[in-house]
């Protein structure tokens, strides 16, 4: 078994940088504005016990309510001196990506290098491969993305940025752990400057998953993502336990298991120097999810649900970071090498985000006028699914509502669902991803 400090070894970059995960909206599907987002971070930065958290990891470019505005995330990190890791949402199809494209070109421009000298790096989507999974088929995920899709998305990225003041960037995408050890998702990893990893132990019900065992759960994780990348960067861009929530397998949702996973987990990657945005500051806003993963509760407020020191952990087994980076003047060239779909199979879920983007919004920037500057020829083919269970209406994983029946056809001008955080858990995944596992065991 790797040791957080061994894979972190490859997996950090030079200089650590810290944050949380934001969505565009808020429970209730109002979208946020520049306001809104200056006050969450602000509170990042001043949490009580504990520094740094000055980065902002964002599902989409696109403002709430619109076809391809910029997202008002950006001013807002621009006046608190937060620094951004973007994300273009990659689900919606080919038009919707088009505006998402829209709205990158147009913050360049309209906010210069107050705006590129913020940012971290780039994420083309978030956990498409793992929604067009059978694994995230079965949890009863959303539309996701094909391999060829997200790679064409990546270099179409490339393209856009190439000239400005965001040449250079990393460009990464993001997805679980168990879709970077696929091997049929070789093409994106090429496409990557660095691997975006979310893993959540707490989902995680098809073995033993105990707080106590959350570390190694996670450790595993991480360990896998490094060796399917090959020697590229990886960036935790996921990871949290849930304040409240039902049992997911041995996993209990409490404030108590969430300090044991900030003290196991988070604390020796932060002393390690990793990559790391933490999901998430708050996710209750204003209804409390389930499960809710947020630090503070329903009032933005800098002291925590939980204590957030590391003062008292012992973290000299995580004290040193290496020198395997990606920065805007280079990236990583190393090829990785996947594994099999059937030995991912057989480690159990990997639990998906709770994480995404309002369906409103992706209806909105799916159909609106565009004129696309992506070939059409790799569009998704008609996949068909059923959710379940309390879902996410409003960006991050928060709010109510029901996943419904979804499709998705090759045209990019339908609406798709928002993922739902308990589609993952739900009693339909169990009995279908049981019978995914009894039939892999009987090969």
């Excluded at 001196?81 to 309209?110: M, R, Y």
Aim: hydrophobic residues 35%; charged residues 10%; glycine residues 12%.
């Amino acid at each position: 078994m790797h040791t957080i400090a061994s894979i972190l070894a490859l997996a950090t970059t030079a200089s650590a940088i810290q944050g949380f995960n934001y969505g565009s909206t808020f429970t209730t599907g109002a979208a946020k504005q520049q306001s809104d987002f200056e006050n969450e971070f602000t509170t990042a930065q001043n949490l009580k016990g504990t520094s740094g958290w000055t980065s902002a990891r964002l599902y989409t470019m696109v403002q709430g309510g619109t076809a391809s505005d910029p997202i008002s995330a950006i001013p807002a990190a621009i006046k608190t001196k937060t620094t951004l890791l973007l994300g273009l949402w990659a689900s919606g199809g080919d038009t919707s990506f088009a505006n998402e494209i829209n709205a990158l070109k147009a913050a360049i421009e309209q906010y210069g290098d107050d705006f590129t000298k913020l940012v971290d790096g780039i994420s083309v989507g978030s956990e498409d491969l793992y929604r067009n999974s059978p694994m995230g088929i079965a949890a009863g995920s959303n539309v996701g993305a094909e391999p060829a899709t997200i790679a064409r998305y990546i270099q179409e990225t490339k393209d856009t940025i190439a000239g400005t003041g965001l040449e250079g960037t990393p460009i990464g995408h993001v997805d679980t752990w168990t879709a970077w050890y696929n091997g049929t998702n070789q093409a994106v990893i090429d496409a990557c400057d660095w691997l975006g990893m979310d893993a959540y132990p707490y989902f995680q019900d098809t073995m033993p998953n105990s707080i106590g065992e959350s570390k190694s759960l996670f450790q595993e994780a991480m360990g896998k993502t490094q060796q399917a990348g090959g020697g590229k960067p990886v960036w935790i861009t996921e990871t949290g336990q849930p304040v409240s929530g039902k049992t997911v397998g041995q996993s209990v949702a409490s404030t108590d298991t969430a300090e044991t996973y900030w003290k196991d987990v988070v604390c020796p990657l932060l002393s390690s120097g990793a990559n790391l945005w933490y999901y998430t500051l708050q996710d209750a806003a204003p209804d409390t999810p389930s499960p809710s993963f947020g630090i503070v509760g329903d009032k933005l407020t800098t002291t925590p649900l939980f204590d957030l020191s590391c003062d008292d952990v012992d973290t000299s087994s995580s004290s040193s970071a290496g020198s395997s980076s990606a920065t805007k003047t280079g990236s990583a060239t190393a090829s990785g090498s996947g594994s099999s779909t059937s030995e991912t199979a057989s480690v159990g879920n990997s639990g998906g985000s709770p994480g995404g983007v309002n369906s409103a919004q992706i209806s909105s920037e799916a159909s609106a006028t565009v004129a696309p500057t992506l070939s059409t020829t790799a569009s998704n083919p008609a996949v068909t699914g059923t959710g379940s269970g309390s879902g996410s209406g409003s960006g991050v994983g928060s709010g109510s509502g029901t996943n419904g029946t979804f499709t998705a056809p090759p045209s990019a001008t339908s609406t798709i669902p928002a993922s739902g955080a308990n589609g993952l858990q739900s009693g339909a995944f169990a009995a279908a991803f049981a019978a995914i596992m009894v039939a892999i065991y009987a090969l």
